[in-house]
């Protein structure tokens, strides 16, 4: 009877769950110290180039595209898009689970799989429109700070980076939200895994290239634009293994994104509503 | 669509080693169904057996021929009240029923206007535009209810939905079921007092701790409680001997066996009313003294009476 | 026989004194908390490091062992030993905040029972109290109290005038671990009274103590300055406790700026829980 499977009514209900969601994710209270994360760094470049302009202190600028990759890898990256992702994915289910609200939307009638899609989708518009901007405002101010020092002979050429950090972060929320989404299906108590990614996450960076293809931060470094040598406490972090070329590193990115929304979907599907004691 | 039926078909649901049902067959027509049992017997489990929210181990459930494993379709045509007493952070009611019916696809306008539709049923239009959270215990219930009809289903499922109603409230919810059954609805209600519902469901399902106990209509369950589990009743009182010979005629009294201490008789009827009746005939006639009076601790019966509730206790 | 039946008698045996009552909480967690396996043999993890160093303070007292290793390589007990010690026991202490921190309160907001302690005899600044001793004495056994140990074994086999020269490093030890401690129970008792869902409270403690000292760093690297370690609790402390043992820190702050930062900290949290704390919430409507 069925000989097609009904994309249009399903593309319909994700766009409806992405219309509720989308407004929701914005205003919500919690979703404050997201938007602080994101805009931190394009007001830090503020200050930095408003300093420079006062005369306050001189900067060269040599050193400027350095520390906004370092900056970039280290903390928009590793912190501010991990932990935001945590917060913004874990709710989308697990976080209806302790409210004990999950039934409510159980007793729609949308697949349930469309149900994760369109939660999926809506937490990353959030996260990429968000962070996409933040990214995309900082590293502006940043170049065009450039402009007044004597670096400026190098603005053209680091121009050409802004769509692929812009890009980068982008693949970080689809990756991370991924990630968390899964994360809060599968558990009772998320937070040990939490816990877990971010250790491994963090040590992958002295792991044999074999494993760093299981983490997500190995597929964005390789595609920031400027490397950063790692100073401080780790010489071993200069063992960097090859970075994977992008059209390996993008579809490779996808790809887990893919995976491991299916496994949500796969989850959900089985889900029984038992709100216990957490 | 009022030929449809909800349909068990000998569905067991456990939780790990906990039994929740056990082995239910039913076949639930149109009009107002009452789940009746005490705390636990499986009323909640049957219902989110219905609506997917919860899978059979065993069994199948089809709801006027669809699978409740398919809610695109089901949610179509069915409404559910839950006992969770829990609503999406900081929306008013109004914002709570709107965007669930953005959910089921409406457009604004309709959206707007179901929602408009069911506040007015629910009687609940003037606190529309506060939150939830503020609610009392009625209006919670009641925001619940117009939650389940607002996008109009043929099937309604509400659990326990006269808790917390004061009774103008409950008034006002049983007329809103009964006009909905007359539309052909299927309302499936749950309340573990008997009485509350027994005057207007068509007919009553008895469960106790996870099992059916009995079904039909309200008539009907009492009398099959009656034959099939005849009540025994203890009785301890002077000279029961005299009162054994006299219980002993009625052909309603199925057993009678006296103590060992002579001092009491236990007898087993199918019609307590009319032997309390006997009972007190006994005593105003003066033939026995009676020092006590209860019904043996019988598992289905002390359900049932517990059931029946006050009528047990009126007598 | 029926309840009703029964007649009405208050309790008339003794009562535990009134200022110790706020323990209970503290021995209802305790049950919870040593239920959990995971947890007790955490707790056993964090006792290695005392007992090793304890070790590396004998062997240079034991001939035996003098024989078998060179003295050059024989560590010299100072106070920059006591502040690595300090360090490691000051992170263990916060894995285990993490741990036990996030449910001590959320979990009492989540169900409602706020109302169900405020209808005893029991103030808001005893609940506090009680939930703060859980972590306190629990941290209380893996930071001062071994730390504290370990100066008098040291003392005791180094001699009176080693004790009199260093006698800062025990002050060093108990107040600046009590600090820490302090400082550790208000964050996540805050955190814990902030959000109501104990996995949220959990990650915000991650958070305060990863993302905010990377905003710490990014203002350093951006601004070029000094001032962000001001935010790094880690960098804070250890101007702190570096400051007692009479080291210098390699934060770039000032003592003074540190200890302010600490308890601006401080009074946040406490406004924090004073705010949260209570038998009832308003919802604004
Ligand atoms: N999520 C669950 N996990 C374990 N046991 C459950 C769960 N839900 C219900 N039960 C058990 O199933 C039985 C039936 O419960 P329920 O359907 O809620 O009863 P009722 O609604 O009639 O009070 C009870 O014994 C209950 O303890
Ligand atoms: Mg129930």
């Not at chain 1, 202190?57 to 350095?66: F, N, V, W």
């Not at chain 2, 919810?173 to 007359?182: C, E, G, N, P, Y």
Request: glycine residues 8%; proline residues 5%; aromatic residues 10%.
């Amino acid at each position: 009877m069925k000989t097609s499977l009904p994309w249009k009514l399903w593309a319909r209900q994700v766009m409806a769950i992405l219309r509720i969601e989308l407004a929701k994710n914005f205003k919500r209270k919690r979703a404050i110290p997201v938007y602080v994360l994101a805009f931190l760094p394009f007001l830090l470049w503020q200050t930095h180039s408003l300093v420079h302009i006062r005369g306050w202190r001189t900067c060269s600028g040599s050193e400027d595209l350095m520390v906004y990759a370092g900056v970039f890898q280290v903390f928009v990256l590793r912190l501010a898009i991990f932990f935001s992702a945590v917060a913004i994915f874990m709710n989308l289910f697990r976080g209806k689970i302790v409210e004990k609200t999950l039934h409510y939307y159980f007793l729609a009638p949308v697949r349930r799989e469309v149900l994760v899609v369109g939660k999926y989708l809506s937490g990353v518009a959030m996260m990429v429109i968000v962070f996409g901007a933040g990214t995309a405002l900082s590293y502006l101010t940043a170049v065009n700070h450039l402009k007044l020092t004597a670096s400026r002979a190098v603005v053209p050429a680091a121009m050409a980076d802004l769509p692929v950090y812009v890009g980068v972060t982008a693949l970080a929320c689809l990756g991370y939200g991924a990630v968390f989404l899964v994360t809060g299906l599968l558990f009772r108590n998320p937070i040990v895994p939490a816990v877990a990614i971010l250790s491994w996450e963090s040590i992958i960076v002295f792991l044999p290239a074999v494993l760093k293809k299981f983490s997500v931060i190995f597929y964005l470094e390789s595609l920031c634009p400027v490397k950063v040598p790692f100073h401080g406490p780790g010489l071993l972090f200069t063992i960097t293994a090859e970075p994977t070329p992008a059209y390996l590193s993008v579809p490779g990115l996808i790809l887990l994104t893919l995976a491991l929304l299916a496994l949500a979907a796969l989850r959900i599907r089985k889900m029984e509503i038992s709100y216990g004691t957490e | 669509m009022s030929g449809g039926r909800i349909v068990f078909e000998d569905v067991s649901k456990f939780y790990g080693d906990v039994l929740g049902v056990n082995r239910v067959n039913l076949s639930i027509p149109p009009g107002i169904t009452a789940l009746v049992g005490p705390n636990g017997s499986g009323k909640t489990t049957l219902m989110n057996l219905i609506t997917g929210l919860v899978r059979p181990t065993r069994g199948r459930i089809s709801v006027l021929g669809i699978s409740p494993d398919d809610p695109e379709r089901l949610f179509k045509v069915v409404g559910y009240c839950t006992q969770f007493d829990s609503f999406p952070r900081g929306k008013t009611g109004y914002e709570f029923l709107y965007s669930s019916l953005r959910l089921h696809g409406k457009s604004h306008a309709e959206a707007r206007e179901l929602t408009m539709t069911a506040l007015e049923l629910t009687g609940m239009t003037d606190a529309a535009g506060r939150r939830v959270a503020a609610y009392s215990k009625g209006m919670r219930q009641r925001i619940k209810l117009a939650h389940a009809i607002c996008h109009q289903p043929s099937v309604l499922v509400l659990d326990e939905p006269l808790n917390g109603l004061d009774p103008m409230a409950r008034a006002e919810a049983i007329a809103l079921f009964r006009s909905l059954a007359a539309e052909g609805l299927h309302v499936i209600i749950s309340s573990h007092i008997l009485h509350e519902v027994d005057c207007i469901s068509d007919q009553v399902v008895l469960l106790n701790s996870g099992y059916v106990v009995a079904e039909g209509q309200i008539q009907a369950v009492r009398s099959e409680m009656n034959q099939e589990h005849p009540l025994q009743i203890m009785v301890r009182c002077s000279r029961p001997g005299a009162l054994a010979s006299r219980v002993f005629t009625l052909d309603h009294v199925v057993e009678v066996r006296m103590h060992a201490d002579g001092r009491g008789l236990l007898a087993s009827t199918r019609n307590p009313d009319l032997f309390y009746q006997a009972l007190n005939q006994a005593v105003l006639e003066g033939l026995i003294d009676i020092e006590s009076v209860a019904p043996a601790d019988d598992d289905v019966h002390s359900v049932y009476q517990y059931l029946i509730g006050n009528e047990g206790e009126a007598l | 026989m029926a309840v009703y039946k029964r007649g009405y008698e208050p309790y008339e045996g003794e009562l535990t004194p009134e200022w110790s009552r706020f323990l209970v909480i503290a021995r209802q967690a305790y049950r919870r908390v040593f239920e959990s396996r995971l947890l007790v043999s955490y707790l056993v993890l964090c006792l290695i490091c005392p007992v090793a160093c304890a070790l590396i303070i004998y062997l240079p007292h034991n001939e035996g062992a003098l024989q078998m290793v060179s003295v050059g390589d024989l560590i010299t007990i100072e106070p920059g030993f006591f502040l690595k010690y300090m360090h490691l026991q000051g992170w263990l202490g916060f894995i285990l905040t993490a741990f036990i921190g996030p449910g001590l309160i959320s979990a009492d907001l989540a169900n409602n029972a706020l109302p169900l302690y405020f209808s005893r005899p029991f103030t808001r600044t005893e609940y506090v109290a009680g939930k703060m001793s859980v972590l306190a004495i629990l941290l209380s056994f893996i930071t001062w109290i071994p730390g504290l140990l370990l100066f008098a074994f040291q003392s005791y086999l180094a001699g009176p005038k080693w004790f009199w020269d260093n006698l800062h490093v025990a002050y060093a030890l108990f107040v600046g671990f009590w600090v820490w401690i302090i400082l550790l129970s208000l964050l996540a008792l805050a955190m814990s009274a902030w959000v109501k869902w104990k996995l949220a409270a959990g990650i915000l403690i991650l958070a305060i103590f990863f993302v905010v000292a990377g905003i710490g760093s990014v203002l350093n690297e951006v601004l070029d300055t000094r001032m962000g370690s001001l935010i790094n609790v880690v960098q804070v402390i250890d101007t702190i406790w570096s400051s007692m043992l009479g080291l210098a820190s390699r934060s770039g702050i000032s003592p003074a700026n540190a200890w302010m930062s600490l308890a601006a900290a401080c009074a946040l949290c406490l406004h924090l829980l004073s705010r949260k704390v209570r038998a009832y919430e308003v919802e604004r409507s």
